[in-house]
């Protein structure tokens, strides 16, 4: 089955060696996405200390960013937001991020929402409370 990789202009750079996503058949595969800004560090809604720590965040302002590049990584690869068929989230504070991003979840979703699973981890690779990982059909 042919295969094709995807990369976002508006989305924010991967912080490692792989593509925003691949394309197999009608199905399209996100990496990991986290709240970043393309072409800086800057992670909207954390105030880091000097070295790197996490004094503070917002977990509504990361999850509205994330799910901005989401949304930019399935246009620039053929599909939209209304073709997401499943989501794995992964929250680093559970007990007090998980009643805030499920708010903004349903307001995101109101019509027909995909499948989802949450999980909470104990970090990510970057400073940040949230990632997705998306499939999506083109």
Excluded at 23 to 37: A, H, I, K, T, Y
Aim: hydrophobic share 35%; glycine share 8%.
């Amino acid at each position: 089955m042919q295969q094709e990789k995807f990369d976002s202009g508006k989305a924010p750079e991967p912080v490692g060696l792989y593509p925003h996503a691949r394309r197999v058949g009608d199905l399209l595969f996100l990496s990991g996405v986290g709240p970043r800004e393309r072409g800086t560090k800057k992670i909207p809604g954390v105030t880091l200390d000097d070295k790197g720590n996490i004094l503070s965040y917002d977990i509504a302002e990361q999850c509205h960013s994330v799910f901005r590049n989401v949304k930019y990584i399935l246009e620039d690869a053929g599909s939209s937001w209304e073709k997401i068929i499943d989501v794995t989230v992964f929250l680093t504070n559970m007990k007090d991020d998980f009643k805030v991003y499920n708010k903004l979840w349903a307001e995101y979703f109101s019509g027909n929402p995909p499948c989802r699973t949450t999980v909470e981890i104990n970090c990510l690779p970057t400073p940040i409370a949230i990632e997705l990982k998306v499939i999506a059909t083109v």
